[in-house]
């Protein structure tokens, strides 16, 4: 007795508990968990990759352009006259900017030479320098060989003073690395009209100061034949 009853009790409690099973849907629940597989995951759908459709269209045209063509360009060599800038004139230099002849350059330098061998028997170091046009015009700037400036003029950049023929001093900037006259050059180019083809013979007095001789082409006559 005591067994039946029992049995009839759990099997009460089993019809219990699976009728609250079903009330909250749990047993449908359990048995859908049952059928997915341990290793499988939740994945994304993918969509179908998008085609993009290709079409060949023609390139809309002008009809005046394709009626008439573009000729195949011709290439023709060109030459420009050659533009040169109007020259400066600075009312010493003849001819405007004439150059001297190779004649009077070579009197000017034998003349020269003559005048420096006789006054290097005073003891003193000479220079023959030839003047072109870019000592006398333009840039005014008169290079001097660098031998001579380190073995005679100062070391460094200084003023030095040019004394010509009458005894003016002209104050000239000179600069010991560059080896040339700069400043205050220009004044006595002008102030003694010095042309191309003239030859300057400088005597150094002193480290700061040189006297000038000046040969001039002007007094060149050519030899009658």
Avoid at 78 to 105: D, F, I
Avoid at 125 to 136: A, G, K
Wanted: net charge positive.
């Amino acid at each position: 007795m005591g067994s039946c009853s029992y049995e009839e009790r759990r099997q009460k409690r089993v019809e219990e508990n699976k009728k609250r099973l079903e009330d909250l849907n749990l047993l449908h629940l359990s048995q859908s968990l049952k059928s997915i597989s341990p290793n499988s995951s939740p994945m994304k759908k993918v969509g179908k990759p998008r085609i993009v459709e290709k079409k060949m269209v023609g390139v809309r045209r002008s009809s005046r352009v394709a009626k008439n063509p573009a000729p195949t360009p011709v290439y023709i060599e060109v030459q420009y006259p050659r533009l040169s800038s109007p020259r400066k004139s600075y009312g010493v230099v003849r001819g405007n900017y004439e150059v001297a002849t190779e004649e009077e350059r070579a009197y000017t330098i034998k003349v020269a030479e003559k005048l420096a061998a006789k006054l290097d028997e005073e003891g003193f170091p000479t220079l023959v320098r030839p003047i072109l046009p870019s000592h006398v015009a333009g840039c005014f700037w008169l290079g001097l060989p660098s031998d001579f400036c380190r073995s005679s003029l100062p070391s460094n950049d200084g003023m030095v003073t040019l004394v010509d023929e009458e005894g003016e001093e002209y104050p000239v900037v000179y600069l010991a690395r560059k080896t040339g006259l700069s400043g205050g050059w220009r004044g006595f180019a002008l102030g003694h009209q010095l042309v191309d083809g003239d030859t300057v013979v400088f005597q150094v007095i002193s480290h700061s100061i040189m006297k000038i001789y000046i040969i001039r082409g002007k007094g060149y006559e050519a030899p009658q034949d």
